[in-house]
């Protein structure tokens, strides 16, 4: 049994399924259900013995308390965060407080779980931290890819905050000895994307014909890895990974974002043609956003060298395999931006998480 925590969010549901579908042991999903935890992403495990979800906030101690001691995991991958750097700039105190505050409370909880645990437990035991590279701040176009031992710099209210979380999850291990991995990943892209990050907003706007919002001049670079090849890597970590040391993730795709919706919209052509024309023509640039960090870029040789990961999907199969699923799942899409999956959270809870 493992404890994932976010796992119905983009990157931590598309885990708890890829975890599922590899064979792996039972697992609990703690999952506040905010806006972007869609309980929608894991229609596909109703009934499954294997998924117990669980809606509850990783700032709730007893709650936290409860679920190590009832299902005694091995395990805990931690997903749980507010992500989104426009949502931190207009209201950071949520970012504080999830993934700052919750970190800190989940920590805590597991120390003094893991100090129940037998010796050969205690050993076998992993806490996984799930990070970003936007801790690491801004490269210029000629400076090298960031490696595990580039100098925090963080720029926005989201990446402070992941920072502070890093931080403390270091710390819990060097000052207590819990068995902690830290992971930092590049921008993920992929199926279940919450339409409000860069290739789903292009591919959901794109197709309703919808003005494509750019900022600035749109050559901001980003390194973009698939999602699945982002939980294969997470899935090596936690098995082969040393306790204290921190893996970078990357898909090794440097790409402008002016570049990836124009490359989104050359596949939304290619496979559902708009009698309009190219859906490149709805492409508008926008005021940039305050503090926009100019480029990032991954060095995954750490992650490769010792574990023996590498991504499988190039940058072209990959979106090819997101534009797809779009294509092919319109019900998610239209309940993702009606909100009407939130009538299944009120329905099954009440209300709460809203």
């Known amino acids: 049994m493992i404890l994932v925590t976010g796992g119905a969010g983009f990157i931590g549901g598309n ?21 972007a935890g869609n309980p929608e992403t894991l229609a596909t495990l109703a009934g499954d013995a294997r998924h117990v979800f669980v809606h ?21 991958v931690h997903f749980a965060a507010e992500s989104h750097v426009d949502r931190s700039i207009h209201g950071p105190g949520e970012f504080i407080r999830t993934n700052i505050e919750g970190t800190f409370t989940l920590l805590e909880a597991a120390r003094a779980y893991w100090n129940t645990l037998d010796a050969a437990a205690r050993r076998a035991f992993r806490f996984h931290h799930v990070s970003t590279d936007e801790v690491y701040g801004s490269l210029r176009a000629d400076e090298a890819p960031f490696c595990e031992e580039h100098p925090y710099q963080p720029n926005s209210p989201y990446s402070a905050s992941k920072a502070a ?32 990050k860069l290739i789903p907003l292009t591919i959901v706007n794109a197709l309703a014909g919808r003005t494509l919002p750019v900022y600035g001049d749109g050559l901001n670079v980003r390194d973009w890895l698939y999602v699945g090849d982002h939980c294969r890597a997470i899935r090596d970590v936690l098995a082969q990974g040393r306790p204290g040391e921190t893996y970078n993730i990357g898909g090794g795709n440097e790409m402008t974002n002016i570049d990836i919706v124009r490359a989104v919209c050359a596949l939304l052509d290619e496979l559902r043609p708009d009698p309009a024309g190219s859906r490149e023509r709805l492409i508008a640039f926008v005021a940039d956003r305050p503090g926009h960090d100019r480029r990032y870029a991954i060095d995954a040789r750490k992650i490769g060298r010792e574990l023996g990961w590498r991504p499988r999907e190039t940058f072209e199969s990959g979106l090819r395999k997101t534009v797809r699923w779009y294509l092919d799942h319109p019900e998610w899409v239209a309940n993702v931006q009606s909100g009407a999956y939130r009538g299944w959270i009120d329905k099954h809870y009440g209300g709460a998480g809203t």
Do not use: Q
């Not at 509850?56 to 805990?76: K, N």
């Not at 931080?167 to 339409?195: E, I, K, M, Q």
């Open 56 to 76: 509850g906030d990783i700032c709730d101690r007893p709650l936290l308390d409860r679920l190590l001691a009832t299902h005694r995991p091995r395990a805990i």
């Open 15 to 35: 885990f708890v399924l890829d975890w599922l579908a590899a064979g792996g042991e039972a697992l609990v999903n703690l999952d506040a259900l905010t806006y």
């Open 165 to 196: 979380s890093d931080h403390l999850a270091r710390a819990w291990f060097h000052t207590y000895g819990l068995p902690v991995l830290a992971t930092h990943c590049s921008n993920n892209y992929g199926p279940f994307h919450f339409p409000e």
